[in-house]
């Protein structure tokens, strides 16, 4: 007995959105370390209210999230990074940062494929 889970044209459509976003999101990390993520993080807002409700809804306050999260980081370590002695400590908050992002990234779009919430 195999289990489908039959998703309504609404939820769907919202799905696909959130799986664009997230790559959208990607692209921009990867080739500009997230500066230009600020479009879809715009777009994140706009789609959220819509999905009020269903598991897509925490998909987009997992990018919501993620986003705002990696830009304190990235804050602090150049916080650290206008000092000498605290260069090496940026360049690990940095490295750290990309890395936690790129998990984010990763297991958003693998939860969203198998049709369940975001952990947020």
Request: proline residues 4%; aromatic residues 18%.
């Amino acid at each position: 007995m195999s289990q489908e889970l039959v998703l309504e044209g609404r939820l769907e459509s919202a799905k696909t959105t959130a799986w664009w976003l997230y790559v959208i999101h990607a692209i921009s990390f990867v080739f500009s370390l997230g500066a230009f993520s600020i479009i879809p993080l715009i777009l994140n807002y706009l789609q959220r209210p819509s999905t009020d409700g269903t598991f897509v809804h925490s998909h987009h306050t997992w990018m919501i999230r993620s986003f705002w999260w990696y830009v304190v980081w990235v804050v602090v370590g150049a916080a650290f990074f206008i000092t000498f002695v605290g260069i090496p400590i940026a360049w690990l908050i940095w490295i750290g940062a990309w890395l936690w992002k790129a998990y984010r990234l990763v297991v958003g779009i693998t939860r969203i494929n198998r049709n369940e919430p975001a952990p947020v």
